[in-house]
């Protein structure tokens, strides 16, 4: 294992050498610095990362997955690589991995019994990609009441969000009409200059007017404006979701599926 600050800042800036790829790895050591332990091998330029997280720390994986002790995230070049790292997964208590590739998946089940659980979807703009704000559409690091509720419905409270918008870590993209919120979401930091677009809330007297794909238009208009990536993340099932990211543009670049091994 890992610990030691040197060692960690090595991990990230391997990890760093393909950002987008290991997203999910990178925040979660940013996020839970505290709570995960890293492991990493490499054999020449090859390199596989281990981050396993105490699920205590996570409220996503405390509701969801409330039978696992650890979450076990991996991003690994070669299936080799990929065996060694397994040595370090604790062989006692119940471990959700999250996996990004099927030479993972494969390797993992030759050593645990696992079962698919569900899969996020991650989007982001192409090079060529231009997107325009809607001039409807405030950009603001405040938020009013009206707007803090919805984001809160969709699991981002204000104890997180206020704090990061008051460190412009986040900004807020909030379409008002009539004095009150008809479509809102959030950016904010992921990892240095990837910043994720989430929170996409539309009250549900209007939706289906094409609400939403105007606030999530200014976002990524506002982050290509401060020269920043977008990461845009779904679950596989939420179609509506899946259908916006598509139809503003984006397009995915990695789908991590987890399996669980209870």
Known sequence: ????????????????RQPMRNIVLLKHIEAFREHVSVAQVSDGSDTATLVLLDTTASTYDRETYPQAAYAALMSSDQPRLTRR????????????????SDDDRNVVAERFPISRATSFLSFTGDEHATFVADSEVSVSTSASDAALRLFESQGHPRHWLLPSLASDRAFVC????????????????????????????????HRGQGFAAR????ALAELQRRKLVARYQVNEDNLPSIRLA????????????HFRTW
């Open 85 to 100: 790292l397994l040595s370090a997964v604790p062989a006692c208590g119940n471990v959700v991995f999250k996996l990004a």
């Open 215 to 218: 606030v999530v238009r200014t």
């Open 174 to 205: 909030v379409l008002d009409q009539d004095g009150e919120p008809r479509s809102a979401c959030i950016a904010f930091e992921n990892h240095r200059q990837i910043w994720e677009v989430g929170g996409v809330v539309t009250p549900t007297p």
């Open 1 to 16: 294992w890992l610990g030691e600050t040197d060692n960690l800042v090595e991990v990230v800036r391997r990890l760093e």
């Open 246 to 257: 598509t139809s503003v543009g984006l397009q995915q670049f990695l789908q991590l599926t």
